[in-house]
């Protein structure tokens, strides 16, 4: 008898019966404000403090709060000051909830105030003065919109039409991984006899060491 050749037939791998390795995206974390990118580097420092400081805090409601703030120095200027602030029931984290309202008066009868607001999911807003005594130092708007991985922000401060001076800040932030954000920040003034613009970068990198 003579030989018998038999052919395997292979397999293909093209077949819908062979799982392919499924690739998954990352997604990447919102890097938050300009304005907190350095926070936790910030609070390894300690304050400084001459002299003696006495707080009293008084929670009237689950929504607000009053304060009291006495400081006695021998150095520097002692004084006074009143601190109120309102905060609502639309809570993001631990430390967001809006709407906020933050007021700040000292003995000299300067005010320092802030109101913080959610317009919309990504939409937030806050709106910042400041007086000494019966003067206006400063007043600002801010607009700030939250991405997926992404965070840009608008700042109008001191505007006046009257004599055509304004400050501009623009803010953005992006997510470039996990751990490092990048960005940068125009800032923009203008006033009679001056205008100017400053352009500066800035970066994180958060992760363990070692």
Request: hydrophobic fraction near 35%; charge should be neutral; charged fraction near 20%.
């Given at each position: 008898?003579?030989?018998?050749?038999?052919?395997?037939?292979?397999?293909?791998?093209?077949?819908?019966?062979?799982?392919?390795?499924?690739?998954?995206?990352?997604?990447?974390?919102?890097?938050?404000?300009?304005?907190?990118?350095?926070?936790?580097?910030?609070?390894?420092?300690?304050?400084?403090?001459?002299g003696v400081k006495l707080i009293v805090n008084k929670m009237l409601s689950s929504h607000f709060?009053?304060?009291?703030?006495?400081?006695?120095?021998?150095?520097?200027?002692?004084?006074?000051?009143?601190?109120?602030?309102?905060?609502?029931?639309?809570?993001?984290?631990?430390?967001?909830?809006?709407?906020?309202?933050?007021?700040?008066?000292?003995?000299?009868?300067?005010?320092?105030?802030?109101?913080?607001?959610?317009?919309?999911?990504?939409?937030?807003?806050?709106?910042?003065?400041?007086?000494?005594?019966?003067?206006?130092?400063?007043?600002?708007?801010?607009?700030?919109?939250?991405?997926?991985?992404?965070?840009?922000?608008?700042?109008?401060?001191?505007?006046?039409?009257?004599?055509?001076?304004?400050?501009?800040?623009?803010?953005?932030?992006?997510?470039?991984?996990?751990?490092?954000?990048?960005?940068?920040?125009?800032?923009?003034?203008?006033?009679?006899?001056?205008?100017?613009?400053?352009?500066?970068?800035?970066?994180?990198?958060?992760?363990?060491?070692?």
């Amino acid at each position: 008898m003579g030989n018998v050749l038999a052919l395997i037939p292979i397999k293909d791998v093209s077949s819908p019966n062979v799982r392919k390795p499924v690739r998954r995206e990352v997604l990447l974390p919102n890097p938050g404000s300009f304005d907190e990118l350095h926070k936790k580097c910030k609070e390894v420092f300690p304050q400084q403090m001459e002299g003696v400081k006495l707080i009293v805090n008084k929670m009237l409601s689950s929504h607000f709060q009053v304060s009291h703030t006495i400081h006695m120095s021998t150095l520097g200027l002692s004084g006074y000051h009143f601190n109120a602030s309102y905060v609502g029931s639309k809570q993001l984290s631990p430390m967001e909830v809006f709407p906020t309202v933050i007021g700040d008066l000292d003995n000299t009868g300067s005010l320092n105030a802030q109101v913080l607001h959610l317009l919309f999911d990504r939409i937030r807003t806050k709106t910042v003065f400041q007086t000494q005594q019966s003067t206006f130092l400063t007043w600002q708007f801010d607009g700030e919109y939250r991405g997926n991985d992404f965070t840009t922000t608008l700042t109008l401060g001191n505007p006046d039409l009257i004599n055509e001076s304004v400050i501009v800040v623009a803010h953005y932030l992006q997510s470039i991984t996990e751990n490092l954000v990048l960005g940068g920040e125009m800032v923009y003034h203008r006033r009679p006899g001056e205008e100017g613009a400053i352009l500066t970068l800035a970066g994180k990198y958060s992760g363990e060491f070692g």
